[in-house]
């Protein structure tokens, strides 16, 4: 079995304080093989803000992945968008910006989703699942296969965001790719499912983490996932932030279990 904490939208520039030693604590309690953060590590993509999320990140024991957010790149700086948008990152987090993980158990792989000419709405093309696909194309039946983006595949009906460019052909090509799970966050909301169906289409297991540390809870609390992955089976639970913001705690949990027709939820 591996474990593996998802982290996602940490906005440091705008991160609640009060929550950095209860967040670092639980996550190196929980002793994961892997730390995956989808994105959003700052607020505004400034240097001192980047600082913040490497010292954080230098306080996680366990290895980590982590791709950018469309916040991770210059808002105010017009120049260093369209010319240079991914300088900060590279020498704050790490020069690679679509890392992979791999072990005999579980294929990982991130993929940079944001799109420096646009806002909010990322981007999922060709050239990113090409770079699935190699990932994968070495992968065993018996490994589980993961993407790791910022952007969702797909919205709910009441997310006001902007859809991912690319979204859906993504969503079929990484079904094609046998693909079992993709993290995400962008939306600050919390939700572990399958995709919606469409036939002939294998079922994916989606799942978002809301805001690891950021004020902009949007009505939910601070959380991260920690997924524990056995061939076939993935169980979900949610950690979020105690009411006094002194730890996070289980709040929700959810198993789901593979078939020849993908992911579905399994009843406990």
């Not at 290895?63 to 957010?69: E, F, I, K, M, R």
């Not at 992979?100 to 579980?106: L, N, R, Y």
């Not at 991130?110 to 990113?128: D, E, I, M, R």
């Amino acid at each position: 079995m591996r474990r593996l904490v998802h982290l996602s939208d940490l906005h440091f520039g705008r991160a609640r304080p009060e929550l950095l030693a209860p967040l670092v604590s639980r996550v190196n309690a929980l002793a994961p093989d892997l730390v995956a953060i989808s994105g959003d590590l700052t607020q505004r993509a400034r240097r001192s803000q980047f600082a913040e999320a490497r010292d954080f990140l230098a306080r996680i024991e366990a290895p980590q992945l982590a791709v950018p957010g469309n916040h991770d790149v210059p808002l105010e700086n017009l120049a260093a968008r369209l010319l240079w948008p991914f300088r900060q990152y590279k020498r704050a987090i790490g020069r690679d910006l679509n890392p992979q993980f791999a072990d005999d158990e579980i294929v990982v792989q991130g993929v940079n989703t944001v799109n420096p000419l646009a806002h909010q709405s990322g981007k999922f093309g060709a050239a990113a699942l090409a770079r699935v696909k190699l990932a994968f194309a070495g992968a065993d039946d018996e490994r589980t296969r993961i993407v790791v983006a910022h952007h969702p595949l797909e919205h709910g009906p009441n997310d006001s965001k902007k859809p991912m460019r690319g979204a859906e052909r993504a969503m079929t090509e990484l079904a094609l790719l046998e693909t079992d799970a993709i993290l995400s966050g962008h939306l600050h909301s919390w939700r572990a499912e399958p995709f919606a169906e469409k036939a002939g289409r294998l079922a994916v297991l989606q799942v978002h983490a809301g805001t690891g540390l950021s004020t902009r809870q949007r009505g939910e609390p601070n959380d991260f996932n920690l997924l524990e992955i056995e061939r076939g089976t993935i169980r979900v639970t949610r950690y979020a932030a105690t009411e006094d913001g002194t730890d996070f705690t289980a709040i929700d949990a959810r198993t789901f279990r593979a078939d020849a027709s993908g992911w579905s939820e399994h009843a406990e």
